[in-house]
């Protein structure tokens, strides 16, 4: 018996996570990891290696930011419709140290037509250490097969 269902919206975003982490080579090569996907939201982590510290002994703003920006991805990809940042800003509380486990946590602020806005803390424990506001476009196409293209298929 072949039976099609329709995917919850928290099913829909792990799905679009899953598919997004696959190609996602940048994130996965850093030792980031996903914690939590819902929709329009993201946890990632990543700990502090030695490679990530730069000449004031401290985590490389560059590796932050880098952090923020692919919790960032996961989402405002976790509607299923493909997105791009558009811009962001980012500002550095504190810094990170070696072997500090950094957690960034992505949340919608709004969404409406093709533009989103969200915001990222990064922090190490319960301290922000920094915070990103992140403007995301969606550029066409999908991570999962709408029911639609699944009976097409068959």
Known sequence: MNVKTTLS???LARA??????REDDASKGL?????????????LSMTI????????GIAHGGFIFTLADSAF???????NQRAVAAQCHISFIRPGKLGDRLVATA????????????????TVKETA???LRGHSRTIGGTWVPSA??????D
């Open 9 to 11: 919206s928290e099913d």
């Open 16 to 21: 679009c996570a899953d598919a997004m982490w």
């Open 73 to 79: 991805a996961f989402a405002c990809n976790s509607h």
């Open 129 to 131: 250490i920094a915070e």
């Open 107 to 122: 949340r919608e602020i709004s969404r409406s037509g093709r533009s989103g806005i969200y915001d990222v803390r990064v």
């Open 148 to 153: 639609a293209e699944r009976d097409s298929e």
């Open 49 to 56: 290696l030695p490679s990530m510290v730069n000449g004031h």
């Open 31 to 43: 030792g980031m990891q996903i914690v939590q996907i819902k929709p329009g939201e993201a946890v």
